[in-house]
Every structure is written in structure tokens, then in C-alpha cells.
């Protein structure tokens, strides 16, 4: 069992994410940055499944009430069990009343709690991820507060593991987030779009799980704003009148009507969601075919990311 | 027919470019279709007025064999493919100003009497083009063209949820409370979101709707059994 002593501003439970449930208006959930959300589950010998704790911008206060283990990944939350200084990206062991404490980010916007065996939360339509707005999974559709308590499913015995130095992200470097271009890209003037891929974008503060809100070099339609609206895929760059990009995110609306210039490559996501207010970041245009390709990659930088700790 | 790329991981296609029912009706039966024959990689999709998101594995299929697969079945894709429609009765109670508090602003907007504008929206039936927005949220067609009317000048920022709205031709009900610009001529108790339930969306893309007038008190009680759980939702 773990104890909330402090819940931090925002933290949620989160799996994979709920499938087949936006034909309904609800969107999948999930982690903003799956890419550490899989390796926090990896270092404590979960499967990629496994619910764990997304934190914003700071973490929680917690007491474990039985032996285990955890790990940290994502923003760089100073980590602390009883005080003493912790290591992120790697499996640390628990015992009974242990306090563990994750402080304010350094860098990033968001962290991952793994815990072995993962948190057991009620399914709720096939997942265990928090949707705020809709009210639903995690515990009690809502964010974590002081006094929750939340059971962790059995697991064995957990190896040491931590993540190679090289597969850590530096969150503080301006990131090039590759997008394929559509589905509306026709609705942009040549000018819109060379804005786009030209120029830097800052991400705003209003930005939350449902999308993030960027302000740049203005992206300039070519005839109107509004389509009919249709379904918007995760990291869909939607461009209301204002000409200002919006990137839409793991709880965003299922359907919408404003045009869509671009689409963030999924692999990409993680660098988006992890740009805090006031930095900002690039666009880079890549053919689907390659969009693929880094997919590809992603997935073998994340089986070669975990190595077990030679003692 | 166009396949627009939405991404590595979905593809739009786009049936046609007017908010129509019969092409509303070729994307749900597309949908049906593909979801029928477990196309490969398929994970899932997402209709809307006249084109179905279709979210794929890229790990399992690539992008042109993926949209050569649907190309085919889009010939298939009428309304013979697709099952009977369900019609749902939702109560609705217009004649309360606490709840259908556009009602006199519309009647006097359209120059016609309360009276003649529930009875007109009342006497409808209406189709469930798709749901989105905000959870179980319905974009429905079916309107009297008598009654359509432009949306409201200003939105408004809060609309409780149950509250059924006309603006254009459509007809909505919300679902959540949320902002919108729907004159809102009376309210279901009928809940089309509710996150403690098993199955929390209570409408689906394809649904039938039609109204059924209320008093406040029969509102009142339905809301009250709902709130028991012992509402059962009219649905054949």
C-alpha cells in the first residue's frame, strides 16, 4: 500500500491508455510521455502495461506500508527515501515505512512512478488511466489528494536495473519534433506553412494533458478556419483563426472543426510534453514512410535503454 | 475519396466534403465494415460527418497497404451493410423556463408560438451523425427546417448537461457541462454521460432519437430515479 502524505499539483494515475472508446468522446488517456511512462515499468519488472504515477511539475510525499520497489523516470525530481538523495532512472528497493519524496522538476514538466507489480485501480472500460475531465479511472477519476491510499498488485523478486546514460533525455535541449504533414495541410498558404517549419514556437502555459498551446510566427490559412469536423489522431497541430498551433495531447476531443495543419510523429510526443512554459521548440516536416521508420527506432532505443545493474 | 495522413498512426478518409446523411451513412457503414472483417493493424476508429479516423498499428501494417485495404471495402459501404438503428426515447421537458430557458428567445427568433416549436422539435426523429466533443455528446440531423436557427450571437461559457440545443440544422444535447452556442430549448434527466456507470456513453453513432414531452414532475421523477438507479433508458 502507498500513502499520500503530499499529492504534488498534479499527479494521476496512468497505464497505456483506454482503446476503442473515442467513437464515444472519450479519449484514450494515458501517459504524456510514453517513452518514460514504458522504462519506469521496465526498471521495476512490470510489463509496459502496468498502471504507475504521472506527476506535474512536482511530485508527491508517500509512504510504502510493505517492502517493494519503484523507480523514477521522466523529469529530473529530486528524489529522496527518508531523506537521504535517490537515484532517478533506476530500480530502487523499499522497506515497510519507507518516505519517499519527489521535489520540484529541474527539468521537464513530467515524471513517472513505477512501482513492482504496478498500482491496482479498478479497470474502468479496459484501463486503469486517469481522464479528468470525463470523471473516470485512476482513483476515482480524479488527481491524487492528501490521504489516498493505493494498493500495488503483488510481484516478485525485482533485479536492479537502471536506464544507460545515453537513453536519458536531456529535457533542456530545444527540441526538433518531426510531423507529417495533414490532414488539412491544403488549408495553409505557403507562407503558413513555411512559418511553421521556419520558426521557433514557445509553449504557453495553459498547456495541460488535453494539448499544448504554443505561440510563434503566425500559421496563415488559406481559406478559413473551420472544416467539418472530424476525428483529431494524438499530436494533431490544430490552428484556430488566430493562427497560433495547438498540439493535441492523450485527453484531448475526440472530434473537432478547426483545421489541422500537421501531425507530431508519435515518437515525438514525449519531447512536446515535456517542454515546459517558456521554452520552445521547432517543427520538422517528414514523409510518413520515415515517420515509421522512427517509430521503429523508438522502439529498439527503448529495449536497449534498461540494463541490470552488474553488482 | 481521399486518404489524408493524420500522422504515423492514423489515416482520415475522407468520403465527401458536405455534412450530408448520406454520406454520414457510407462512414458508419465503412466503419462497421472494417470493424466486421477485423481489418489488419486496425486498433480503432473514430467517425465523424463525412469521414471515419482510422487509428492503425504501423507495427503491423504500412501506411499504403493499410489504405488499400479500406479502398476496397469503400465500394461495399452503404446502407445495406449496416444493422437496424436502435431508437432511443429520451424525456424532455421544455415547457419549465428553468430548463429549456431559450425556449421564448427561439419561439420569438423562428415567429412562432413555445407551443409550435416543442411540438415541431418534439415531432422529429433524429440521427445520430457521430458523438464527440465531450463524452456521449451526439452531433444529430432531422430537424424541422422550420425551426432552424442561427447559433446564439454570444455562447454562453456554462451549459448544463441534459440540456437539449438547436443551432443550424443540428440539434445537440450536452453531455457534460461545457461552453456552447445551442439555443437550449428544455432539458432530459436522462443522463447520456455518467462516469459511474458500466457503459458511461449512453448514445452511439447511428442512433435514433426522438423526444418525449414531459412536465417538471415526471422530470423530476425520472431524475430521481436515476439518481436510485432504477432508471432503465427506453431503447429498441
Known amino acids: 500500500m502507498i500513502r499520500i502524505l503530499d499529492a504534488g499539483p498534479q499527479t494521476t494515475v496512468q497505464d497505456l491508455g483506454r482503446t476503442g472508446q473515442m467513437r464515444y468522446g472519450i479519449p484514450p488517456s494515458g501517459p504524456v510521455d510514453r517513452f518514460a511512462f514504458v522504462l519506469t515499468n521496465r526498471l521495476v519488472g512490470n510489463p509496459d502495461t502496468a498502471a504507475a504515477l504521472e506527476c506535474t511539475l512536482m511530485g508527491p510525499r508517500f509512504e510504502v506500508t510493505a517492502a517493494g520497489a519503484f523507480a523514477v523516470t521522466g523529469a529530473d525530481?529530486?528524489?529522496?527515501?527518508?531523506?537521504?538523495?535517490?537515484?532517478?532512472?533506476?530500480?530502487?528497493?523499499?522497506?515497510?515505512?519507507?518516505?519517499?519524496?519527489?521535489?520540484?522538476?529541474?527539468?521537464?514538466?513530467?515524471?513517472?512512478?513505477?512501482?513492482?507489480?504496478?498500482?491496482?485501480?479498478?479497470?474502468?472500460?479496459?484501463?486503469?488511466?486517469?481522464?479528468?475531465?470525463?470523471?473516470?479511472?485512476?482513483?476515482?477519476?480524479?488527481?491524487?489528494?492528501?490521504?489516498?491510499?493505493?494498493?500495488?498488485?503483488?510481484?516478485?523478486?525485482?533485479?536492479?536495473?537502471?536506464v544507460v546514460r545515453d537513453a536519458i533525455p536531456d529535457y533542456t535541449v530545444?527540441?526538433?519534433?518531426?510531423?507529417?504533414?495533414?490532414?488539412?495541410?491544403?488549408?495553409?498558404?505557403?507562407?503558413?506553412?513555411?512559418?511553421?517549419?521556419?520558426?521557433?514556437?514557445?509553449?504557453?502555459?495553459?498547456?495541460?494533458?488535453?494539448?499544448?498551446?504554443?505561440?510563434?510566427?503566425?500559421?496563415?490559412?488559406?481559406?478559413?478556419?473551420?472544416?467539418?469536423?472530424?476525428?483529431?489522431?494524438?499530436?494533431?497541430?490544430?490552428?484556430?483563426?488566430?493562427?497560433?498551433?495547438?498540439?493535441?495531447?492523450?485527453?484531448?476531443?475526440?472530434?473537432?472543426?478547426?483545421?489541422?495543419?500537421?501531425?507530431?510523429?508519435?515518437?515525438?510526443?514525449?519531447?512536446?510534453?515535456?517542454?515546459?512554459?517558456?521554452?520552445?521548440?521547432?517543427?520538422?516536416?517528414?514523409?510518413?514512410?520515415?515517420?515509421?521508420?522512427?517509430?521503429?527506432?523508438?522502439?529498439?532505443?527503448?529495449?536497449a535503454a534498461v540494463r541490470e545493474e552488474s553488482a | 475519396m481521399r486518404f489524408l495522413p493524420a500522422g504515423d498512426l492514423a489515416v482520415c478518409v475522407e468520403l465527401g466534403e458536405a455534412i450530408s446523411v448520406e454520406v454520414n451513412t457510407r462512414v458508419r457503414a465503412l466503419e462497421f465494415l472494417i470493424q466486421q472483417k477485423g481489418l489488419t493493424g486496425v486498433v480503432e476508429t473514430v467517425p465523424a460527418y463525412s469521414s471515419l479516423l482510422v487509428y492503425y498499428d504501423p507495427r503491423a501494417i504500412g501506411y499504403e497497404p493499410l489504405c488499400a485495404g479500406i479502398a476496397e471495402l469503400v465500394p461495399q459501404a452503404t446502407t445495406a451493410v449496416l444493422p437496424p438503428p436502435r431508437v432511443v426515447e429520451l424525456p424532455c421537458c421544455y415547457d419549465d423556463s428553468e430548463l429549456g430557458f431559450d425556449l421564448v428567445g427561439a419561439a420569438k427568433r423562428l415567429e412562432l408560438s413555445t407551443d409550435d416549436v416543442v411540438r415541431l422539435h418534439a415531432g422529429a426523429e433524429y440521427l445520430v451523425y457521430f458523438i464527440g466533443f465531450t463524452p456521449g455528446l451526439p452531433y444529430m440531423t432531422g430537424m424541422p427546417e422550420r425551426i432552424t436557427i442561427p447559433r446564439l450571437d454570444t455562447p454562453r461559457t456554462k451549459t448544463p448537461p441534459g440540456s437539449v440545443g438547436i443551432g443550424g440544422i443540428q440539434c445537440c444535447i450536452y453531455s457534460v457541462e461545457s461552453p456552447g452556442g445551442f439555443w437550449i430549448l428544455g432539458r432530459t434527466p436522462v443522463p447520456l454521460y455518467d462516469p459511474s456507470a458500466s457503459e458511461p456513453t449512453l448514445l452511439r453513432p447511428g442512433d435514433r432519437v426522438r423526444f418525449r414531452r414531459i412536465d417538471r414532475s415526471e422530470y423530476d421523477s425520472i431524475g430521481a430515479a436515476v439518481a436510485a438507479r432504477s432508471y432503465q433508458p427506453v431503447i429498441s
Open chain 1, 77 to 162: 525530481m529530486p528524489v529522496t527515501v527518508n531523506g537521504q538523495a535517490a537515484a532517478g532512472w533506476s530500480t530502487i528497493a523499499l522497506k515497510a515505512g519507507d518516505v519517499v519524496k519527489l521535489g520540484p522538476a529541474r527539468t521537464g514538466v513530467r515524471s513517472y512512478i513505477g512501482f513492482a507489480g504496478g498500482l491496482d485501480v479498478p479497470l474502468v472500460l479496459g484501463s486503469r488511466s486517469t481522464y479528468l475531465r470525463g470523471r473516470i479511472g485512476g482513483l476515482q477519476g480524479r488527481a491524487l489528494r492528501k490521504g489516498d491510499e493505493l494498493a500495488v498488485l503483488a510481484s516478485g523478486a525485482v533485479p536492479p536495473r537502471r
Open chain 1, 174 to 303: 530545444e527540441p526538433t519534433v518531426r510531423a507529417v504533414l495533414g490532414p488539412q495541410a491544403d488549408r495553409f498558404t505557403d507562407h503558413g506553412l513555411r512559418a511553421l517549419f521556419g520558426g521557433r514556437y514557445e509553449v504557453l502555459p495553459q498547456s495541460d494533458r488535453m494539448g499544448s498551446r504554443l505561440r510563434g510566427p503566425r500559421i496563415e490559412h488559406a481559406r478559413g478556419h473551420d472544416i467539418i469536423s472530424d476525428g483529431i489522431a494524438l499530436g494533431s497541430i490544430q490552428v484556430p483563426g488566430d493562427g497560433q498551433p495547438i498540439v493535441l495531447l492523450v485527453d484531448r476531443q475526440s472530434t473537432g472543426g478547426y483545421t489541422k495543419v500537421a501531425t507530431i510523429c508519435s515518437s515525438d510526443i514525449w519531447r512536446v510534453g515535456q517542454a515546459r512554459p517558456g521554452q520552445s521548440l521547432r517543427f520538422q516536416a517528414i514523409p510518413v514512410d520515415e515517420a515509421h521508420r522512427l517509430l521503429r527506432e523508438s522502439d529498439r532505443a527503448l529495449e
